[in-house]
């Protein structure tokens, strides 16, 4: 499937064998105006080869804007954009870039008159591909998609979640290099949602860089990698979501043991990873933790080194969701 | 056979996918067996409806007094003193075939043209409209696809129902021609002047769409009534030799009209348009060139009008679909479809030359041009809103002029690159570009008075000249305070502009005619003076005149100082916000 990306991206393909550092997606200091409210203010994103970038923030917060920008569906009031190291203007037609780009708004929108195959047999005419590739390609994302068995459906009798694939595979069928997918999930049912993630994390393998904004912040944190948050047009955190469940989510350790208590609390206290402790119970001692996984992990390895008779090791830490509203919180407060 | 003829049509639409995917599109959801099929069957039954329409009108031996226009000859009979047709050795009626022919020709041509260029813009426009609504355009508009493939995709594709309605006609409407001795040249032409003109329509239609996304379903109804009008217009047979006239070059009706349908053995002649009249047109003319006296004439004529307004909508649409935020016309555009449009229209203002009775009679230049300050006038104002950029583009334009001039202080290359600003680009403010286009319309006024033979043509032109000065200057007026309602904080400024423009060009004058104010006498005429039709000019005395265009320029002045204050205000406060927001 990589493979298949560069074939189909020229430019991609230089890029990567001149220089792998340079981002899929490059933006800087990208500002929206309308009228007089900012929509978005001075935003800077880096999205590098595989890295899916999961933008979030309260509704009004801007994110569909950037997301049109770097699109090229909005012209930017300042700032640039940069797709696989080449500038782009939304203002000239560069079907080079163009090509290189593939968005699914909040409303995926179909054609009611076409049958699944047709519409994404336009779609894939519509980007250049030629016959015999185009096929091939067409049965390979309807298989990816799940909508093998529905192709020759129209549009309008597939389900909702059928109908949000069908425009994903719209998105995917010309092989972007850069995916920007605006709340895929919302008004979707659990299940609709599962194979949504499954999908996205197929083509997170394959190379493809996505940028996604969702209210479902699980979901997130089941496939990104980096974590962008928005309020008021400012993206006022970027991180690796590592980095960002180790600086903002509050994490916990519950530990117990068969054996002495003061024992397992002397062994926490000299451990750096660990800030507070509180007895629970006799014989379970709760920690605050600032650490990833890995140091947890260490932690616990290191308890057992230390022979004492771990009974429970829970470690526990703060969601998406939480860290989103503290954020939230902490900024009204401000 | 089905299924061979299924895989033969799928084979096809593959080429035309390889070619232009968004015709392949628009033929893919269209072209259905039950929409081929009703189509067709709607097609035949119009057709038999309009020869049965004329079968059974011819006259019988039963001396019904229907059809008989039809008779080879017509008797009367010696028992009841009726008209009826000469009959023949079989006992039938003899009948002028050709002249039954010619009205069944008649008739499918009307078909073919009105529905062709009325039913085609309101499906292409209903269909644009539901892209907009569903928000599938900006799909197309992000595709690499050139914009052109899609719009020559959408002009194909989205009426093929419709043209293939009509292209089963076809047949009955060329036999029906021969038949009625039609030359077949004449039917050629006819053919390439109504695809012509309906090229010019519906890239119209399409560019009307594209910039009225606001009316929504309202839209294709508007759009199909203003083609009916303009039709209708131009099939009537009246010339005034006004600008009005040029409305006879967008019916391609008018062509057939040249040829007169011979009876066999007879001398007598059937028009194409009999029973109404419609003789005005073969007067048309064009800068003193009698364009309508002849049928080559005619049709070159029609088909470059129609060849060069459709190019020309065919550059904005183009520009319209790529580019959305931008103004719907471009500055530099602007100033070649007003020189195009005002020699047009100046062309039918001098249709032919003025006579000595019309001279002797004490007519003016004003009174022969009347038609041609008005149609600028109308122009004009259009004009604006579609050159005037928004309050956004001129907010990002101003902010990056207070950058530029506080970068760099080289005062003379600021103002070289600020003239061209204002005259190219398309978000810096309107105000010059309508004052360019304004002059280009007074040239073209001076050509079509250099052009006009009149006796003693100075004080007319200078009176006409005048007038059209005063109500251009009055224009730019509106111009800039249409720009300056541009810059203020109302979300719909346009509804706003439309309204201010409307009170300025029509209220005033009424105003003036409620309050009294005399055309002819007393200083109220003066006030005329400041209107957009400054029609007490020949009884105002010139010290009132030098007053009225010092207040022209007061005025102007004025708004120009505001205007430029506030541009440049907002530019500096642009950029300060938006420093201040990043700083922060």
Known sequence: ?334 | MGVMFTKIAESGLDRIGGWNPQLMREWQGRLRWRNVLLTLLISFAVQILLVVQYLVKLPQNDYRSSGMQYCLEQIQTSEAKLMTCKLGADGYPLINWPFVWADVFRDVSLVLVWVLLIGGMYLLVADLSKEMRRGTLNFLRMSPQPSRQILLGKLMGVPVLLYLGLAAMLPLHLSMGLMATYPLMLLLAFYGLLGAIAFCFYTAALWFGLLTPGLQGFQPWLIAGTGLGLLAVGFSGYRDGSSLDWARLFEPIQLLSYWEVKGPGIQMTWPFHHGFDQQGFRYLGWFLQPIGAHSGTYLLFALANALILGAWFWVVLERRLETPGRTPLGKVQSYGLTLCLSLIVMGFNVQSAPTEVDQWKGQSFSDFLWSYPISMLICAIVLMFLLLPSQQAVLDWSRYRHQYTAASNQSRQHRHRLLRDLLSHDASPGGLAVAVNLGVMTGVLLLGIAVTPWYSPTAGAAELLLRWGFCAAFLLSCALVIQWISLSNVIHWRWLAFGSVATLVLGWPIVLSMLGASLYDGPSRYLWLVTAFPQSLPHAAWSGIGLAIAAHLTILTTLITILTRRVQGLGQSEWKALTAAQGG
């Open chain 1, 1 to 334: 499937m990589v493979s298949e990306i560069l074939q189909a991206n020229p430019m991609a393909q230089n890029r990567i064998a001149t220089d792998a550092a340079i981002p899929t997606l490059s933006v800087q200091g990208l500002t929206k105006r309308f009228q007089r409210k900012i929509a978005v203010n001075d935003v800077y994103i880096d999205l590098f080869p595989g890295e899916i970038y999961g933008l979030i923030g309260p509704n009004g917060a801007g994110k569909t804007t950037l997301m049109e920008m770097m699109v090229g569906a909005e012209m930017p009031t300042l700032g640039e954009i940069w797709i696989d190291g080449e500038p782009f203007r939304q203002d000239q037609n560069s079907p080079m870039i163009q090509r290189c780009i593939g968005f699914l708004p909040d409303d995926y929108p179909l054609y009611d008159d076409l049958t699944v195959w047709q519409y994404l047999d336009y779609f894939a005419r519509l980007y250049g591909m030629a016959s015999p590739q185009r096929r091939s390609r067409l049965y390979e994302i309807l298989e990816l998609v799940q909508l093998t068995s529905k192709r020759h459906s129209r549009t309008t009798e597939l389900s909702r979640g059928m109908k949000q694939r069908l425009g994903l595979a719209r998105t995917i069928i010309h092989q972007p290099s850069l995916l920007v997918l605006d709340e895929p999930v919302s008004g979707l049912d659990p299940v609709a949602r599962m194979e949504f993630r499954d999908i996205i994390k197929t083509l997170q393998k394959s190379g493809m860089t996505i940028l996604i904004s969702s209210h479902v912040l699980s979901d997130l944190a089941d496939f990104c990698t980096t974590i962008g948050i928005m309020e008021l047009g400012h993206l006022v955190e970027s991180a690796p979501l590592e980095e960002l469940y180790r600086r903002l989510s509050r994490q916990q350790i519950f530990i117990a043991t068969l054996g002495d208590r003061e024992a397992l609390a002397q062994a926490l206290a000299a451990h750096p990873c660990i800030k507070a402790q509180a007895v629970v119970s006799d014989q379970e001692i709760c920690v605050e933790f600032e650490g990833d996984e890995a140091e947890a992990g260490a932690l616990l390895r290191s308890l057992i080194a230390a022979n004492l008779p771990i009974r429970h090791f829970n470690h526990t830490r703060e969601d998406l969701e939480t860290i989103f509203l503290k954020h939230l919180d902490h900024k009204q407060v401000s």
